[in-house]
């Protein structure tokens, strides 16, 4: 199988030297290997994607250096691959509608003993579960009964970490870090879908066979394996690459300006020495 991996980067802002780490590992490691490199662009909240943010990443990846194999993957077009994940999610009986508020999920979270934090915020208390999909309404998130499919799994999936540290081992998604994930949102109601859906069913579409990505995103791994499972899609392995911090040991953020190629760039840095910045 051809080594194929993406970069898949969402147009809320500019680029910044954590993007181009990431980015320049995924395309080195797709080189190294004779692989395919390809660009997701991921914009299913179109709310908070711009065009114009589109476009600087276009071309702060091509001023770096980076090259991709067309065509670029468009979340916003892809819709209708979603919304056939979670009917097939649905008519496994795994998905219920929910109704609550942030400050419903809050106010049944200050009883004492509850309230662990998951990679999505809070965990949800379970308080729609068990409702059935006919009374879903459009004002409804759909949610995954993820005791159910840990029931149907019989138990969590394992994932392959490439990345540093833990090279070469299979690393198996650990059960409490799913049980502090809980009933994971599966569409949102105003976007109609969920980062989780569209990413595995994405990676599945383009024929990924290693997700390069930072560390910050190994708490999705353990859901994105269920996912895949569920849904019958092939097992990418992982490389959760180290993250580019701030000098007060921050990860990056979009809204960080100061840190955006762009900025590097204008200020009349080459590609090398952006590269050199991030320790490449
Ligand atoms: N779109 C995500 C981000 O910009 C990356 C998702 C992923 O690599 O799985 O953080």
Known sequence: MTYTTRFAPSPTGLLHLGHAYSALVAAGRAEARDGSFLLRIEDIDTARCK???EAAIL????????????????QSDRRPAYDAALDRLAEMGLCYPCRCSRSDIRAALSAPQEGVAGPDGPVYPGTCRGRPMSEATPRDAIRLDMGRALDLLNGVPGFEETGPGLA?????????MILGIGDIVLARRDIGTSYHVAVVVDDAAQGITEVVRGQDLISATPIHRVLQALLGLPEPAYHHHRLIRDEAGRRLAKRDDARAIRHYRDSGLSPDQVRALVGL
């Open 51 to 53: 065009p114009e943010f």
């Open 59 to 74: 071309a702060d990846l091509s001023w770096l250096g980076i090259s991709w194999q067309e065509p670029v993957l468009r």
């Open 168 to 176: 070469g081992h299979h690393q198996p998604a650990r059960a409490e």
